[in-house]
């Protein structure tokens, strides 16, 4: 029997440990939190110090608590020692105590002991149980803080968010800071006031090629500005602001002779990046692979804690991945070095070993994201990981080998070309020395000068020189307004502003999204009417300096002074409940004000025709209602997502009202959860609505086909939807018949008389999946195309599109393994019908 037990949170991370210790050792997994504050009720005692109560955290159909806990309570009560090994931070230190307060036996006592490792590797394992040590109260005490903040700002703010506006609504210490960042991002850009201005390109030839492209930089000693549109205009600046200065320009230049007035040539150096800390993993992931925070921080747990790896077992191949630090170990430094100087030569590797400094806010008892083992190349373990965990493992490596090499090296040149009064300037770059860009490039948000100077490729000139000019061309352009957020941009900015750990971010990507306050739309973050609301609600209402930028930051500075042991964490809360208190009065006053007051307003309600409806608050912002036939619509019209919305109406202009084509009945202007859309006045009898789009224009009414439906034999109708358009019955929504679009293949599944069809999934990401679902779940990610498989005389080939390879085709069955070795061209099918689960 084994004398001693060892409890870790994962059954995985218990497997992989296993092998290590030996039959001395009997590792179980505690499968995360087993007790936590309680599901209904405060469970904080305000009054006493904010003495929390926890109990353990009662059974669900994923878990049962109750068996866990008692078969570790048994396992205890047969051992000699107690080994806690949870993760090493502050959630894994939480854990340890509630593990300790309820599986540890008290008598007879049992020694317990603390035992923390960076990686799950067998060196590491055995150093940290060589050194056990106790549980940091200070760690206890940080996530302790935290979650009772996260407890009281959650259960007192959000019951008054839901009966206010309605429905399942939550706010949050940092969710609803991160909301607020998505919402004023929208609102610069729906605010945002365009800029013209000109630049002048001149295409130029040299005695030797190639030909190159010159952009005018000064005009008499004044630089042309074309970039910080938000300063005001220096001296020594010049704006060319419309056509006809441009013009003027153009035409005084062509007269002019283009001569090279000087060339300077410097070498340059980029240095390599640091290795990942977790934040920087999640942007770089979500850049590059396209992955979701929460699934880089699910791909890198599963990394962490093991995968099998033949005859080797479960092996752990990443080091911790929640960590702010940069330092890497001297013993993972040397390995690296030895594998740089052996695969790439001494040229790639510094005479010394690379340190980065870490943040000064940075947990450096953690080390960088980084292979446990070097020498584990992503080729070596291809057979054993799966696709996405190969991607994500092989962005960890070659950032950690890269971080390690020598800088690359480009030798960036300058001409200046006189052309009169004007001058133009070419800028290029070359390679000199690829060094660390040999194996790694970060990624990046947007583009840069430095990425167009690297496409651009100069003649060798000399000064003096007279150039010939090819052509000379004015070029307009508008200042764009400030992106939205994408989660690898938004992860970055909450970073860069201190609000939240790196640890939270996945969970604060995923409730925004879940609780319909976002969505994405290609990938950027877009405030929906509920997230407006909520956000709108919770700043007006008096949480203005709670749910900001630097409050939020600086609870995150405090939260680390009380792992540091500087701050008791109780007189950290009692200073945010003060505060806390006041604002939360003032928002229950402001809720109940809202929520009772009526406006009365000059409208005319579009379905009894009385006058005088009134203006109240709902889930989607303010309404009308009318107080005869409690007939509802929206208290505005649409506002444009896009600094380039509509035009707007003249003066004592209306727009003229639409009627439904259904019944006849006027449409009215309504707000829900996707936004605006035109719904009738008929309503509930008539259920016609028309989606709004971004631009304020409203979806076009149904077009009639000549093609009835074979549920109930209506006319068929093409409308558009959400995801563009589509073909349902014109009887919807007694009649909720969907014509779904088909690509001409047949089930392949033995025995299914469906055939595949396009899909949207919730995010309106096409697929393609059998018609017979739920019976039959057969689906594919790429288009199937009918064409027989060369190699297995497969009936059909999947077609996928990729910007490096271009369109090409391969088998579905992967025991086959065929692919076209050369570039197809797509096969295009203009869309017609859209699977969807409602027609509106």
């Not at 019951?159 to 991002?185: D, H, K, N």
């Not at 005001?232 to 600046?237: A, D, P, V």
């Not at 604002?583 to 406006?599: A, G, N, R």
Request: glycine content about 6%; some cysteine.
């Amino acid at each position: 029997m084994a004398k001693n037990l060892v409890i870790v949170e994962s059954p995985a991370k218990a497997k992989t440990i296993n092998k290590y210790l030996g039959k001395d050792y009997l590792v179980k997994a505690s499968i995360g939190h087993i007790k936590d504050l309680p599901s209904k009720g405060l469970g904080v005692d305000v009054e006493h110090n904010f003495e929390p109560t926890y109990e353990l955290i009662p059974d669900s159909k994923k878990r049962n608590n109750k068996k866990i806990v008692a078969e570790l309570k048994k396992a205890a009560k047969e051992a000699d020692a107690i080994y806690l090994a949870a993760d090493p931070d502050r959630e894994g230190e939480a854990i340890c105590q509630h593990l300790a307060e309820e599986i540890v036996p008290k008598r007879p006592a049992k020694p317990a002991y603390r035992v923390m490792f960076n990686e799950i590797t067998k060196r590491a394992v055995n150093a940290a149980f060589e050194h056990p040590r106790q549980i940091d109260e200070n760690l206890v005490d940080a996530q302790q803080a935290r979650r009772v903040l996260d407890r009281l700002v959650g259960y007192k703010v959000s019951p008054l968010l839901c009966r206010t506006i309605g429905g399942r609504l939550s706010a949050g210490r940092v969710q609803s800071v991160a909301l607020r960042m998505v919402v004023e991002r929208e609102r610069e850009i729906e605010q945002f006031i365009k800029t013209e201005y000109w630049t002048i390109g001149a295409n130029l030839s040299a005695k030797l090629p190639p030909a190159f492209d010159a952009r005018l930089f000064k005009i008499d000693e004044q630089t042309v500005k074309t970039s910080g549109f938000d300063q005001e205009l220096k001296k020594n600046e010049i704006l060319i602001k419309e056509q006809a200065q441009a013009d003027e320009i153009v035409a005084e230049a062509r007269q002019q002779s283009f001569v090279v007035g000087d060339v300077t040539t410097k070498e340059r150096k980029r240095n390599p990046v640091p290795p990942f800390i977790t934040s920087k993993l999640q942007q770089e992931a979500s850049r590059k692979l396209g992955f979701a925070v929460k699934k880089t921080m699910m791909l890198a747990q599963k990394l962490y804690e093991g995968v099998e790896l033949g005859d080797e077992g479960a092996v752990g191949l990443i080091t911790y991945m929640r960590t702010d630090s940069t330092r890497v170990s001297d013993a993972a430094l040397g390995e690296v070095r030895d594998y740089i100087d052996r695969q790439y030569g001494a040229n790639y590797l510094p005479e010394k070993a690379v340190y980065y400094r870490s943040k000064k806010d940075a947990q450096d008892a953690h080390e960088a994201i980084r292979p446990t083992e070097v020498s584990r190349t992503p080729d070596s373990l291809a057979k054993y990981l799966k696709p996405e965990e190969l991607k994500l493992y092989r962005l960890i490596w070659q950032r950690f080998v890269a971080s390690q090499m020598m800088p690359a090296v480009f030798d960036q040149t300058t001409i200046d070309i006189q052309a009169g009064r004007f001058i133009f300037r070419a800028t290029g770059s070359v390679q000199k020395f690829d060094g660390f860009l040999k194996i790694y490039q970060e990624g990046r948000d947007e583009k840069t000068e430095e990425d167009e100077e690297a496409e651009r490729s100069l003649p060798l000139v000399e000064k003096g020189e007279t150039l010939k000019l090819n052509s000379i061309t004015p070029e307009q352009h508008f200042t764009e307004p400030p992106p939205r957020y994408t989660e690898a941009t938004l992860v970055k900015a909450l970073e860069e502003k201190g609000i939240g750990r790196p640890s939270t971010y996945a969970a604060i990507m995923s409730t925004i999204q879940e609780r319909e306050y976002v969505e994405k739309i290609q990938s950027r973050f877009h405030p929906t009417a509920l997230g407006k609301t909520v956000n709108d609600l919770l700043i007006d209402g008096g949480f203005d300096d709670l749910f900001n930028e630097s409050y939020t930051a600086r609870m995150e500075e405090e939260l680390d002074e009380i792992e540091e042991g500087k701050i008791r964490w109780t007189k950290a809360l009692r200073e945010f409940y003060d505060k806390f208190e006041g604002d939360l009065k003032q928002f229950q006053k402001y809720v109940k004000d809202i929520k009772e007051t009526s406006v009365p307003t000059e409208e005319v309600c579009l379905k009894c025709n009385t006058p005088g409806m009134v203006q109240k608050w709902g889930r989607f912002g303010p309404y009308l209602k009318c107080l005869n036939c409690e007939a509802t619509r929206d208290a505005g019209p649409p506002a444009g997502a896009d600094g380039d919305s509509s035009e707007p109406q003249a003066a004592g202009e209306e727009a003229e009202p639409e009627n439904c084509e259904l019944c006849g009945k006027a449409m009215q202007l309504k707000r829900g959860r996707f936004g605006p859309f035109l719904g009738c006045t008929g309503y509930p009898e008539c259920r016609n609505i028309r989606k709004i789009g971004k631009t304020g224009v409203a979806a076009p009414p149904p077009v009639p086909l000549d093609e009835k439906c074979p549920v109930d034999g209506a006319q068929l109708v093409k409308r558009v939807g959400r995801f563009g358009e589509f073909i349902s019955c014109s009887n919807y929504p007694k009649c909720k018949y969907i014509k779904q679009e088909t690509v001409g293949v047949s089930c392949p599944r033995p025995g299914c008389k469906g055939e595949i069809v396009v899909k949207k999934s919730k995010r309106g990401k096409a697929f393609y999946g059998c018609s017979e679902y739920p019976n039959c779940n057969v689906v594919y990610w790429d288009k199937p195309v009918l064409e027989t498989c060369p190699q297995c005389n497969a009936p059909f080939l999947l077609e996928k599109t990729t910007k490096k390879q271009g369109t090409f085709r391969y088998c579905a069955n992967e025991d086959c393994g065929y692919r076209s070795n050369e570039a197809v061209e797509p096969i295009v099918k203009p869309p017609a019908t859209r699977p969807s689960r409602s027609a509106n």
